[in-house]
């Protein structure tokens, strides 16, 4: 899609007239067929495996591939402009266990994210009635993405200010309990932006029952903890 901006922290200025007209013409004549599939916009926030703690807010994109794996593209923002900074892929605990044990461990649980109202779907807040009803659907939605294991790797750390994508991709983690990072100011702020609630959330989800998350997933924290 053009856009008529680009981030200002991005060198280049905004795509020509000529990239302009390019685009429209092939978004008249080419498929998209990988992206028409996107059918969730969800809202969370990762941290950095070799650093946990540090954090970056991530908005997931994503589609379903069969019903025990998805794939999600990540962006720093729901904007127009918005930077591609990651991926994920979530499946189900029956495939999780398939998983070699190193494997596993590159996988975190969905839990937390859940529970706590962090993990959103934003969707319409000044429609009368509407709310109401996305936000059912949203608790429904979190009761299959609670039992879910994820893999997820950055590829632009937007957040130290880079101008572009550099270095490896960093393995990312999900959090698993209070205290491992500022939730209020963090949560607090997106829930201004999406005109959200993560305290509403936490009540709808409290009956929301809590798998057994397997002992392979979410190593920073045992480590962490272990130390």
Avoid at 155 to 160: I, Y
């Amino acid at each position: 899609m053009a856009t008529n901006s680009t981030p200002s922290s991005v060198p280049g200025g905004p795509p020509t007239t000529e990239d302009k007209v390019l685009e429209t013409g092939a978004s008249l004549i080419q498929d998209f067929q990988p992206t028409k599939q996107l059918c969730a916009h969800l809202n969370a926030f990762h941290t950095y495996a070799d650093e946990p703690g540090r954090y970056v807010e991530a908005n997931h994109y994503c589609a379903h591939l069969t019903e025990d794996v998805r794939q999600c593209i990540l962006y720093d923002s729901p904007g127009p402009d918005a930077r591609l900074i990651g991926i994920e892929y979530m499946i189900t605990p029956k495939l999780y266990e398939t998983l070699p044990p190193e494997e596993r461990k590159l996988w975190h649980s969905h839990v937390y994210e859940v529970k706590s109202g962090m993990l959103i779907m934003p969707g319409p807040t000044t429609v009368p009635g509407a709310a109401q009803a996305w936000e059912a659907a949203e608790t429904q939605e979190m009761k299959h993405v609670i039992g879910l294991y994820g893999k997820v790797y950055h590829l632009w750390q937007t957040d130290r200010g880079d101008k572009l994508p550099l270095g490896e991709p960093k393995l990312m983690m999900s959090f698993t309990g209070d205290g491992q990072f500022p939730f209020e100011k963090a949560v607090g702020e997106r829930d201004k932006r999406f005109g959200s609630d993560w305290k509403r959330k936490r009540e709808l989800r409290k009956d929301i029952e809590v798998p057994k998350i397997h002992p392979d997933a979410d190593p920073i924290w045992k480590r962490r903890n272990s130390m």
